[in-house]
């Protein structure tokens, strides 16, 4: 087995805020330097159901997919696949769990599992993804903080 990658942090806000600026604010802090076109004016949308695309969607219209929900359980726990930057066959699951901790706090527990399916490429996949989380998360935090 492949160790899942696991963060977790406070944001300051509602469980609620925190949870739509993940899922329906995401445009307004996804870095589009962690997207698969990297273009201006995109926009990143979660269709708000199990089952729903996670895609980017660029100002001329072009649609990438980057995974499809599996857990939609607004405002406390969200799943989904995840593709981005490969095939859908390799997908990986993400987990994210939003708890109240008092004081208009929110915690975030993210689990990033299932690398072991892609066999040799798992550990190297891990990393780079490592990268990507390191890399976006604070701008999520950072956005959680502006109402």
């Not at 987990?95 to 550990?123: C, M, N, Q, Y």
Request: with cysteine; glycine share 8%.
């Amino acid at each position: 087995m492949i160790a899942p990658l696991r963060y977790s942090f406070e944001v300051k806000c509602s469980v609620e805020h925190a949870f739509d600026v993940w899922t329906a604010r995401t445009s307004t802090w996804w870095p589009k330097s962690s997207t698969m076109s990297h273009a201006d004016g995109l926009q990143v949308i979660f269709e708000g159901r199990t089952g729903g695309r996670i895609f980017e969607r660029t100002s001329s219209g072009q649609e990438i997919e980057w995974g499809a929900i599996t857990v939609w359980e607004p405002p406390r726990r969200l799943g989904y696949s995840w593709h981005i930057a490969t095939d859908v066959a390799s997908a990986t699951e993400v987990e994210i769990r939003f708890s109240d901790v008092g004081d208009e706090k929110t915690r975030v527990d993210i689990e990033h599992r299932g690398w072991e399916k892609l066999a040799e490429r798992g550990p190297v996949w891990r990393d780079t993804n490592r990268g990507g989380w390191e890399d976006t998360l604070p701008y999520y935090v950072a956005a959680c903080a502006y109402r």
